[in-house]
């Protein structure tokens, strides 16, 4: 994956919100700040599907020499491993999208508490506060 495909398959391409002081948390400007951040990631995120399938299509050939069509499978593998995860992430935008149209975005699913606009910035599909995510990461730890 090239520098420039991460940097289009990533939500980091964008200006970051600026908080009014004494301004009201998930209001409707955050919302709207926060609904562009997601439909752009997973616009970015189409694209890059469409290329994969223009590339796989286009640059698939059927080489004579074993090496060759292993390189070219072993490529294609990979390619199609990253398109697994963007299509898990593309759930993950959607599911934060619909979030947003029953002001729930930014919410912990856990305890309820307000996520916060960096975190968010930092991460759009987050759906857990920092601490519940920890306290989760450090059980699956144990368990693992």
């Not at 508490?113 to 995510?133: F, H, N, S, W, Y």
Request: glycine fraction near 4%; aromatic fraction near 6%; charge should be negative.
């Amino acid at each position: 994956m090239t520098n420039s495909t991460i940097a289009e398959s990533t939500p980091f391409n964008f200006k970051p919100y600026e908080e009014s002081k004494g301004e009201e948390y998930m209001n409707e400007a955050q919302k709207a700040h926060f609904r562009a951040v997601l439909t752009n990631w997973k616009n970015d995120l189409m694209r890059e599907v469409d290329r994969t399938v223009d590339h796989m299509r286009d640059d698939a050939a059927n080489y004579p020499d074993p090496n060759d069509r292993a390189s070219q499978e072993s490529e294609f593998s990979l390619e199609l491993r990253t398109r697994d995860r963007e299509r898990k992430l593309l759930k993950k935008i959607n599911d934060a999208l619909a979030m947003i149209d029953t002001d729930d975005y930014g919410y912990c699913e856990s305890c309820g508490i307000e996520i916060g606009v960096r975190r968010l910035e930092a991460r759009p599909t987050a759906d857990q506060c920092i601490d519940c995510k920890t306290l989760d990461e450090i059980r699956e730890k144990q368990m693992g």
